[in-house]
């Protein structure tokens, strides 16, 4: 599964995110996730990177047609309440 545009955004606003910390927990370039978030190409990589760091921070990602409660594409949360911000280095 691709993460789509608006699952990115509604994600990261969800974390209180900006996309500064979407990049800086998935190891990517700020623009790499704007682009995203404009629906522009992407490879593959940066934006499994970028699942991975949402995934990490408690947000699993529904596509359209996987069973869910509404069948659309979306994200659930898999924690109980957002992070506050990314994942800090050690």
Do not use: H, N
């Not at 927990?25 to 699942?51: F, H, W, Y």
């Amino acid at each position: 599964m691709l993460l789509t545009a608006a699952q990115c955004r509604s994600a990261r606003a969800y974390l209180g995110w900006t996309a500064g910390d979407v990049a800086k927990a998935a190891g990517v370039g700020i623009m790499t996730v704007k682009r995203l978030e404009g629906g522009q190409p992407m490879q593959d990589s940066s934006v499994s990177k970028i699942m991975q760091a949402f995934t990490a921070a408690g947000i699993s990602f529904i596509a359209a047609g996987e069973a869910s409660t509404d069948g659309g594409e979306g994200f659930r949360v898999t924690c109980a309440q957002p992070s506050g911000g990314p994942p800090q280095s050690s």
